[in-house]
């Protein structure tokens, strides 16, 4: 059997919608598939904890086999498991069109909706997934909560471990009190009409994060965008869906893409391009939705219509041309996200920001270990920070002036990992890179 396939990878529509894919004997049988391929490969061994764990338990136990493994064990796997998709991206070539037909991150998902419709989905993680009620519940006291989960409010923070099982010392996104949504109603700033791609219309998809949690990135991409003469508004039907992947909680996923593609379908009519500020919802727009979803026509239109941030300001330069840009003599380090790896378009940081006359970005392709709201928890804290060390060593290896991820959860996560290993210099903020292009810009 050879390794890799001559086809271009390639992913199945998931089948959530068909009893077949809940069946437990099944599922039981595929799991140990796979586990046996990876097993025999290993070359998945430095990614997530989801492989280290099952290769452990494996060469523990009696036989050295996947069979000696019991339903716990497999969960054991299942749950460290964040989706980052990189070993379905970077690593395996065993995926789709290989006849061993491996896709270890759906399968995990698979694992998950089977107990999540047994209703084994923790009440704390169903929770946290219904983004939009905690930001504006958040948000109409949003002092008093940024106060009670502030890192630094030990009594605070220790109750939040005890009742909830998140980890005291992990850093937790603020709120503002008004959304971005609210700040930006109907249009963005004025457009440039003497720029080059004037005449262009973009409708930022602020994400539950750009508009309830950290705007920055979103108002420096209006800032950006007007001045480089792209008309812009802000919109947010909603949020993308993502924690509620992680959960496996598909029908709720599904639900989402039909509500945020409904609302999109008619701005891309009228001519507007999307662009998601967050790369995980730009994930979710241009690949799972069109999975889970396959034959509904307005979510195949939004998936071609969407651009993550970085690849459409990449995408004017090339096409139109940009504003003249200042230039900035600095070191840039950049975190290559998970989720803008798992997009498949290259590192559009990395050429957004060599646009900037004199500067130097170089690139850390190692994931944060942050996992989403896996991070978070107490049981998982320590291995977010152990798998995020060497992509924080990689950030810091060249004694960057700046640096940035276009993950907004990433960001505060290896800032905190660097502390955490005692560096001498911590970063004020690692913000996403589109806040140093509107900064040499002058904004």
């Known amino acids: 059997m050879t390794e890799g396939s001559l086809g271009a990878p390639m992913r199945h529509p998931i089948a959530w919608q068909e009893e077949s894919f809940y069946d437990e004997e099944a599922l039981d049988g595929e799991l ?6 990876c097993h025999g490969c290993r070359r998945c061994f430095n990614l997530c904890d989801s492989f280290p764990q099952l290769f452990d338990m494996i060469d523990e136990s009696p036989n050295e086999e996947v069979g000696d493994l019991n339903a716990g064990d497999m969960k054991k796997v299942v749950d460290a498991c964040t989706l980052c998709d990189m070993c379905f991206m970077v690593k395996c070539p065993y995926v789709p069109p290989h006849e061993f037909d491996l896709d270890f991150p759906h399968l995990m998902l698979r694992h998950r909706a089977v107990e999540h419709r047994k209703g084994k989905t923790g009440f704390v993680d169903k929770e946290l997934a219904k983004m939009d009620r905690n930001a504006k ?5 949003a002092g008093a909560a940024n106060w009670a989960t ?4 030990s009594f605070t923070r220790g109750v939040l471990e ?3 099982g998140i980890d005291k010392r992990a850093h937790l996104p603020e709120f503002e009190d008004v959304p971005l949504t609210h700040k930006f109603p109907g249009s963005g700033p004025v457009p440039n009409s003497e720029a080059p791609a004037f005449g262009k219309k973009a ?3 602020a994400t539950c994060y750009g508009n309830f949690n950290d705007q920055t990135s979103g108002k420096a991409a209006l800032d950006v965008l007007s001045h480089n003469g792209v008309q812009t508004r802000i919109e947010y039907p909603g949020c993308c869906g993502m924690p509620k992947l992680e959960n496996g909680d598909l029908p709720a996923v599904a639900s989402a893409a039909e509500t945020v593609s409904a609302h999109f379908s008619t701005l891309i009519d009228e001519g507007y391009d999307i662009v998601a500020l967050t790369p995980s919802c730009a994930l979710m727009m241009k690949f799972e939705w069109p999975l889970i979803l396959p034959e509904n026509e307005a979510v195949k239109k939004l998936a071609a219509a ?7 300001i990449v995408e004017i330069s090339k096409s139109k041309g940009m504003m003249p840009i200042a230039p900035m003599d600095a070191q840039i380090g950049i975190h290559f996200a998970c989720h803008s ?11 957004m920001l060599k646009l900037i006359p004199d500067a130097k970005p170089t690139i850390a392709e190692r994931c944060s270990g942050h996992g989403g709201k896996w991070g978070i928890f107490k049981e998982n804290f320590d291995k977010a920070v152990k798998v995020g060390r060497p992509a924080a060593r990689a950030l810091v290896k060249n004694s960057p002036d700046y640096m940035v991820s276009e993950c907004p959860l990433a960001g505060p996560h290896l800032k905190q990992v660097m502390e955490l290993n005692g560096q001498a210099k911590i970063p004020e903020r690692i913000g996403h890179p589109i806040e140093l292009l509107a900064k040499a810009y002058g904004f």
């Open 32 to 37: 140990r598939r796979v586990f046996d391929i």
């Open 137 to 141: 519940l958040a948000g109409v006291v």
């Open 150 to 153: 502030n890192k630094d409010n």
């Open 162 to 164: 005890t009742v909830a």
């Open 203 to 205: 409708a930022i998809y």
């Open 306 to 312: 969407t651009r993550d941030l970085s690849e459409y």
């Open 341 to 351: 790896r798992a997009q498949n378009m290259g590192p559009k940081a990395m050429e």
